[in-house]
């Protein structure tokens, strides 16, 4: 009798205690039935942002999966997201040791794979004080206008029925970052800045980035399945991808190096204000002063990062910006009687005129809900156990913010799937919102936000604005819209390179003729 009681007693504490710490814990978020080994990465097709979503539209907003060996939280929805980046944004600021982090970005020594820390925080601290500053970016303003008007010479000059506009973009991207990073210019026949262009590095620098973004976007088995690398071959391509990274950014560091130290000092001191624009001087100055920090990996981390985030995305956007306007005629004459109004015909439009153009600004913020620059964002790690929408998130896992399904998610946006700029008109619809915080984070949230937003925007916002008020454009046949599939890849391209007709517009053919 008194066993039986001792029995009971035991049995009721074990399950108490046990109910303690399920609460504790949380609750288990549900998922699809994983496979034994590969766990759920026989769902992951690509586009891989599209394959998530349609896994999350089956099993919620917030569930676990695993991909091989890891643990996966996917989020796709606003509250989640907000929860991951505002009170645990410190557990998830670090990133996952993945194969792309250590080829591409210096056994995850750059910035935006670094895990987070001191180091990380230097890379942060440099990049917001001396890179993407917002004084360095006024002070880069007519810098940039110029690259712009090259851009338009280049636009007026090409008399071929149709333009290949992902090409001229990307030109126009390159030819900023080059130039901001070692006073390079590799596109167009008014190479100012670089009276000996190379365009053999141009085009080994455009593959190299193509190729980098193409192997970092894909679901690389060899991540989540050590074993893999005996048949797939992934990390070989990437290792062979990234020894020739590195040795074309090690051949520009020589280079400057080379050019800064024959100049006399009267020369350097003449160059002091150009200094300040171009980036590897500067660091090849920190490299003088603290050689333990500032090392060659340090610098070539940084050029390679500001590369990768500052061209395909920012020129890839604007080519999404674009074939949507094409598609949607009415409002591209919206924002060009936008600038006739405010600007007229006179002159080009400048950096200081963007801020009056609110409708081309809806424009921009509508192209990137709808196509952001990354789809899904980088990925974070949980640095430890946290709770995200009362489920249980042990150490280690790997989470994945799907942007894209976030900022089409029919509970936060009206009409999601249509283009309607109008929408962010409206103050309550932006970014924060009484409709939904975090709806609305193209550039992601919290301390991994990207750093190169502000210059993205910038040059985005003038370079559509200078093309439509310089250019009547159409789409090669006004019978068939412009075929809006989505490519594979990290920044989400578009799947056939945009080409449209464009005609100069008469009354700026006396501005377009003296550029």
């Known amino acids: 009798m008194v066993s039986n009681y001792i ?8 399950f108490i205690l046990l109910l303690h710490f399920h609460l504790r814990r ?54 989640a997201a907000q929860q991951c980046f505002t009170i645990n944004d410190v557990i998830f600021a670090n990133r996952p040791a993945l194969l792309a982090g250590k080829h591409f970005g210096y056994n995850h020594s750059m910035i935006g794979v670094a895990p987070y820390g001191e180091h990380w925080r230097n890379l942060r601290r440099f990049t917001t004080l001396h890179a993407l500053s917002s004084s360095r970016l006024s002070t880069l303003s007519s810098f ?58 141009g085009m080994r620098f455009r593959r190299i980035v ?50 800064w130290s024959l100049k006399s000092s009267q020369e350097k001191e003449k160059e002091k204000e150009k200094e300040k624009r171009i ?22 981390g940084m050029i390679i990062a500001l590369i990768l985030a500052g061209t395909d995305s920012t020129s890839g956007s604007m080519e999404w910006a674009m074939a949507l306007l094409l598609n949607h005629p009415e409002t591209m004459k919206k924002v060009k ?69 976030i900022q089409r998610d029919p509970k936060l946006w009206s009409s999601p799937m249509d283009f309607k700029p109008e929408r962010f008109e409206k103050e309550e619809e932006e970014e924060g919102g009484e409709r939904g915080f975090m709806k609305y984070i193209p550039f992601g949230y919290g301390r991994r936000r990207c750093p190169g937003e502000g210059m993205g925007m910038r040059v985005m916002a003038l370079a559509l604005a200078s ?16 075929n809006l599939d989505e490519g594979h890849g990290l920044t989400m391209p578009m799947a056939n390179p945009l080409h449209a007709k464009h005609t100069p517009c008469t009354h700026m053919l006396h501005i377009l003729s003296q550029l």
């Not at 029995?7 to 074990?14: D, E, G, H, K, N």
């Not at 097709?45 to 919620?60: D, N, R, T, V």
């Not at 093309?467 to 412009?482: A, G, K, L, S, T």
């Open 337 to 405: 009687c936008e600038i006739h109004e405010h600007i007229g015909h006179e002159r080009l439009v400048r950096d200081t005129d963007i801020p009056k153009l609110k409708y081309l600004n809806s424009v921009i913020k509508e192209t990137l809900r709808m196509y952001p620059p990354a789809p899904l964002l980088i990925p974070h790690e949980a640095s430890e156990d946290c709770t995200i929408s009362g489920i249980h998130v042990p150490k280690n896992t790997i989470l994945l913010v799907n942007v894209y399904a």
């Open 144 to 201: 940039f206008s110029g690259e712009v008007h090259s851009l338009l010479r280049r636009l007026f000059s090409d008399t071929s029925p149709t333009v290949d506009l992902r090409s001229h973009l990307w030109n126009l991207t390159m030819n900023i970052i080059m130039g901001m990073i070692a006073d390079k210019k590799y596109y167009g026949t008014d190479t100012t800045t670089n009276p000996n262009p190379n365009p053999n590095e």
């Open 7 to 14: 029995i009971s007693i035991v049995a009721l504490f074990s």
């Open 26 to 79: 949380g609750r288990s978020p549900r998922g699809p039935l994983a496979l034994p080994i590969i766990g759920h990465l026989h769902l992951i097709k690509q586009p891989l942002h599209q394959s998530l979503s349609a896994i999350s539209a089956i099993h919620g907003s917030v569930i676990s999966l695993r991909f091989g060996s890891r643990s996966i939280l996917l989020v796709s929805s606003a509250a």
């Open 279 to 300: 980036l590897i001087d500067v660091m090849l100055g920190l490299q003088e002063l603290h050689p333990e920090e500032y090392t060659d990996t340090f610098i070539k």
């Open 210 to 259: 193509e190729e980098v973004f193409e192997l970092s976007g894909a679901a690389c088995m060899e991540d989540f399945i050590p074993a893999m690398k005996w048949f797939s071959g992934m990390e070989k391509k990437m290792e062979k991808l990234g020894k020739e990274m590195d040795e074309l950014l090690q051949e520009l560091v020589d280079e400057r190096r080379r050019s």
């Open 467 to 482: 093309m439509i008020q310089c250019f009547e454009w159409e789409r090669i046949n006004e019978d068939e819209m412009v």
